[in-house]
Every structure is written in structure tokens, then in C-alpha cells.
């Protein structure tokens, strides 16, 4: 499925009127996004959605406060203020 198509079907699905932009990742097995958070006007303004394309089973989404445990095609809505990280 082309990236274009998951963005619109998650606007639609939310009701979204403006996109802020896509991000996309790559990540090599074992690989890591240190811990941080956002900031910034487009931090601040944009709600925020993970949604994992190709995904290795004992990958992470992490939070100070959970983890997410991502499933390819899932989307996941998360407040990006709150310090997150990445472990594939």
C-alpha cells in the first residue's frame, strides 16, 4: 500500500483537515531512537501517529509511562511531549 493511501485513511478516520507532515523511519535490527520529546510549534499544534509499516516481533514503542508492542498496520496515537524512544 502506497504511504500516500495510510496517510488519508488515518485523516479520514480522524477527521483530520490539515497534515503537518510524514516522518518515516528506518530502522536496522537492534537499532534505537534514543529517548526524547518534541517541541515546537509543529510538535504543539499536530496530534501525532505511529503507524509501523515493517515491524521485527520484539520491537518497542517506549514511554516513562508503558510500552507499545506495535503490529504492522496498527495506528497509535501518542502525545509526543511525554519523552518516547524507539527499540527494534
Known sequence: IPVKDIVFKVMT????ERLGGVLITK???????QP??????????YDKYYIPIQN??????????????????????FDNSIQHWVNN
Open 56 to 77: 521485527e516481533e520484539g520491537s518497542s514503542f517506549n514511554f516513562s509511562d508503558g510500552v507499545i508492542e506495535p503490529k504492522e498496520g496498527n495506528v497509535y496515537w
Open 27 to 33: 530502522l536496522p535490527p537492534g537499532g534505537t531512537i
Open 13 to 16: 478516520a480522524v477527521g483530520g
Open 36 to 45: 526524547h520529546t518534541d517541541s515546537g510549534w509543529h510538535a504543539d499544534y
